[in-house]
């Protein structure tokens, strides 16, 4: 149960709105399109880790105030929005809580426990329509087929690596002009290039299906990135940080270390079952057109 000094707490600290916990307007409850939205954001918690969805809370983390809720009846529709728009049944504590600043409705969503959960369609009660989100840093955003078809296999996804790079896949990012693909938002710099040195018959390819242009940029990205490194790491330097009367100094050192020279022919080719290998693309040569750069290993 929550108590009025953890919602306070909660509020009043802006890292506490993260993956877990939400807030929403108490008007959320009153029209199809809000009940809609509302179970959206329950489907896209239970796929994740669970959380607070807490309604009573404006945009600007103020309080609606009081007596905003027909508390039984409000519940009464959380609970109908639960039972019949969302599939695998779902059990989630709705908990009414009166605080000095205003009145607030708390569902606890719990983690999934197996098979991810969907907004769901319904036509003389049988489910004519499985809609699956789930919720990220940036956002709520639906699953693609190859994300769908790892949550029902998997529990979550684990990252067992002692270091890792993690990037985010926008599908309402930026496209690269005039091909329509859509690419990720980092080391974009790499991606026009690449792309404009693919033949045409290639690109369509690419383009027919979602999954295709995800796992093209899957696989392109481990390249591109040797190449934006390379550009970072130019040189290898460490840094120096000096304190004098106070304040703080830093500056680079130049060092020279033992390292060995990597050419692009002498790059991993990509694996028989990639996507790349089934298109016949020859992605060392289209380095080599992009001048794509030596590279040095420590």
């Given at each position: 149960?929550?108590?009025c000094e953890?919602?306070?707490?909660?509020?009043?600290n802006?890292?506490?709105e993260?993956?877990?916990?939400?807030?929403?307007?108490s008007?959320?409850?009153?029209?199809?399109?809000?009940?809609?939205?509302?179970?959206?954001?329950?489907?896209?918690?239970?796929?994740?880790?669970?959380?607070?969805?807490?309604?009573g809370?404006n945009?600007d983390?103020?309080?609606?105030g009081?007596?905003?809720?027909?508390?039984?009846?409000?519940?009464?529709?959380?609970?109908?929005?639960?039972?019949d728009?969302?599939?695998p049944?779902?059990?989630?504590?709705v908990?009414?809580?009166?605080?000095?600043?205003?009145?607030?409705?708390?569902?606890?969503i719990?983690?999934?426990?197996?098979?991810?959960?969907?907004?769901?369609?319904k036509?003389?009660?049988?489910i004519?329509?499985?809609?699956y989100?789930?919720r990220?840093?940036h956002?709520?955003?639906?699953?693609?087929?190859k994300?769908?078809?790892y949550?029902?296999?998997?529990?979550?996804i684990n990252?067992s690596?002692?270091?890792?790079?993690?990037?985010n896949?926008?599908?309402?990012?930026l496209?690269?002009?005039?091909?329509?693909?859509?690419?990720p938002?980092?080391?974009?710099?790499?991606?026009?290039?690449?792309?404009?040195?693919?033949?045409k018959?290639?690109?369509?390819?690419?383009?027919k299906?979602?999954?295709?242009?995800?796992r093209?940029?899957?696989?392109?990205?481990?390249?591109?990135?040797?190449?934006?490194?390379s550009?970072?790491?130019?040189y290898?330097w460490?840094?120096?940080?000096?304190r004098?009367?106070g304040?703080?100094?830093?500056?680079?050192?130049?060092?020279?270390?033992?390292?060995?020279?990597?050419?692009?022919?002498?790059?991993?080719?990509p694996?028989?079952?990639?996507l790349?290998?089934?298109?016949?693309?020859?992605?060392?040569?289209?380095?080599?057109?992009?001048?794509?750069?030596?590279?040095?290993?420590?």
């Amino acid at each position: 149960m929550t108590d009025c000094e953890e919602l306070r707490n909660i509020v009043n600290n802006p890292d506490e709105e993260n993956l877990k916990i939400e807030f929403k307007n108490s008007n959320i409850l009153n029209t199809n399109e809000g009940k809609k939205k509302l179970a959206i954001e329950i489907v896209a918690f239970v796929n994740k880790y669970g959380g607070r969805l807490i309604l009573g809370i404006n945009d600007d983390r103020t309080f609606e105030g009081k007596n905003v809720f027909d508390v039984d009846t409000d519940k009464g529709k959380i609970t109908g929005i639960i039972r019949d728009r969302i599939s695998p049944i779902l059990n989630c504590e709705v908990e009414f809580l009166p605080c000095t600043e205003g009145d607030v409705i708390i569902i606890n969503i719990p983690k999934r426990k197996d098979i991810p959960h969907a907004v769901v369609k319904k036509s003389d009660g049988k489910i004519i329509n499985r809609e699956y989100y789930i919720r990220t840093s940036h956002g709520i955003r639906d699953v693609s087929d190859k994300e769908l078809q790892y949550l029902f296999k998997e529990e979550s996804i684990n990252f067992s690596y002692p270091f890792k790079i993690v990037i985010n896949y926008l599908r309402d990012s930026l496209t690269i002009p005039p091909l329509g693909i859509e690419r990720p938002i980092c080391v974009q710099g790499y991606y026009l290039p690449l792309i404009e040195k693919l033949p045409k018959e290639i690109i369509k390819s690419i383009k027919k299906e979602f999954d295709n242009k995800f796992r093209f940029f899957m696989e392109i990205t481990p390249y591109l990135l040797l190449s934006s490194f390379s550009d970072y790491f130019i040189y290898s330097w460490l840094i120096k940080i000096q304190r004098h009367n106070g304040q703080r100094r830093s500056s680079a050192i130049s060092i020279n270390v033992p390292k060995k020279r990597i050419l692009i022919k002498e790059l991993p080719d990509p694996s028989n079952n990639s996507l790349l290998s089934s298109l016949s693309i020859d992605i060392k040569k289209i380095f080599e057109k992009m001048s794509f750069p030596h590279f040095f290993v420590l």
